[in-house]
């Protein structure tokens, strides 16, 4: 498909760089720059959902990342201890006055929550260049009954 928007690249490379991340993520997305012509450099952004099985992903993609050098473990194991959920219980003291009473409002059990998770990955495909990679954080605040952080609690590392 690349081919038919006329990007001229190596696509056998990207093709094999291509199958090895498919096989360690949950989705990819393509970024590819434009201009007068489609240029050579493709961004791989990695996706790996928001389940149980996400930080095993992390993990496995990060092991290549790290074969391909286009990370360390030490960073991988950041982005993995990065997962996690801060809920108001926890630490009231810390969350402003205005988030403490719209819970508050939201009805009886009703907390808020801050998650935080690695967003995605995007490693970066150049002509005649090495592999280099980004990562992507994400934090939400939510409010949630007291009832669904217990389950939410079996998905994330609860802080």
Same mark, same amino acid.
């Given at each position: ?7 001229? +690249? !190596? ?6 760089? $291509?199958?090895?991340?498919?096989? %360690? ?6 970024? @590819?720059?434009? +201009? !007068? ?6 961004? $791989?952004?990695?996706?790996?959902? %928001? ?6 992903? @992390? ?30 219980d926890r630490s009231s003291d810390l969350w402003p006055d205005y988030l403490l009473k719209m819970a508050i409002l939201a009805g009886h059990g009703v907390a808020n929550q801050m998650n935080y998770w690695l967003h995605h990955i ?38």
């Amino acid at each position: 498909m690349l081919l038919e928007v006329g990007w001229q +690249g !190596e696509q056998y490379m990207l093709a094999s760089t $291509l199958t090895a991340l498919a096989q %360690r993520c949950e989705r990819i997305d393509l970024d @590819i720059d434009v +201009g !007068e012509s489609v240029l050579g450099k493709v961004g $791989l952004e990695c996706y790996f959902g %928001r389940d149980l099985k996400t930080l095993e992903r @992390i993990a496995h993609l990060g092991s290549w990342l790290v074969d391909n050098g286009c990370a360390t473990s030490a960073k991988v194991d950041a982005m993995i201890q990065f997962h996690g959920l801060v809920h108001q219980d926890r630490s009231s003291d810390l969350w402003p006055d205005y988030l403490l009473k719209m819970a508050i409002l939201a009805g009886h059990g009703v907390a808020n929550q801050m998650n935080y998770w690695l967003h995605h990955i995007k490693v970066v495909f150049q002509p005649k260049l090495p592999l280099s990679a980004k990562a992507y954080l994400g934090v939400s605040h939510d409010r949630m009954s007291r009832e669904n952080l217990r389950e939410q609690m079996n998905m994330v590392r609860y802080k």
